[in-house]
């Protein structure tokens, strides 16, 4: 039997004022990106839409992949490679699913603590807001 990294999805989500986080109802808590699980038979698009849904209440406009995030350690729970897309929505966040809360927050004061590794995602997606320049470029 092989075993894989599990595929996953994150999203972040651009609304005026900053960006939708989610404070995780469920272990490891914090705060976190909409995302999770990508289901057999569905696509890692489907998958983000699907999550952001879910988790905010908002429907999300998918605009493009910011990178693949595959640390070994990123999730302490098991080996995860996460397709990080960026997109838009209106609306206000409502936490829901495996969101305890959710809110939207600039990205030059983000709440604490930040789950998995999404403060490196989040500052790679300032970085590629500010220069155009992704990770990896």
Do not use: C
């Given at each position: 039997m092989y075993r894989n990294p599990?595929?996953?999805?994150d999203v972040v989500v651009e609304l005026p004022g900053g960006v939708v986080l989610i404070a995780r109802r469920h272990e490891p808590l914090g705060w976190a990106l909409p995302g999770g699980f990508v289901d057999e038979g569905e696509t890692v698009e489907h998958a983000a839409v699907r999550e952001v849904r879910e988790e905010t209440g908002l429907d999300v406009t998918l605009r493009a992949l910011l990178h693949v995030y595959s640390d070994p350690a990123r999730?302490?729970?098991q080996?995860?490679?996460?397709?990080?897309?960026?997109?838009?929505?209106t609306g206000a966040p409502q936490g829901s699913d495996d969101a305890a809360?959710?809110?939207v927050f600039a990205l030059d004061a983000l709440p604490s603590p930040l789950a998995f590794d999404h403060a490196k995602i989040l500052a790679d997606?300032?970085?590629?807001?500010?220069t155009g320049r992704r990770p990896l470029e």
């Amino acid at each position: 039997m092989y075993r894989n990294p599990t595929p996953t999805v994150d999203v972040v989500v651009e609304l005026p004022g900053g960006v939708v986080l989610i404070a995780r109802r469920h272990e490891p808590l914090g705060w976190a990106l909409p995302g999770g699980f990508v289901d057999e038979g569905e696509t890692v698009e489907h998958a983000a839409v699907r999550e952001v849904r879910e988790e905010t209440g908002l429907d999300v406009t998918l605009r493009a992949l910011l990178h693949v995030y595959s640390d070994p350690a990123r999730d302490p729970r098991q080996h995860t490679m996460s397709t990080v897309f960026f997109g838009t929505a209106t609306g206000a966040p409502q936490g829901s699913d495996d969101a305890a809360d959710a809110g939207v927050f600039a990205l030059d004061a983000l709440p604490s603590p930040l789950a998995f590794d999404h403060a490196k995602i989040l500052a790679d997606y300032a970085r590629f807001k500010a220069t155009g320049r992704r990770p990896l470029e």
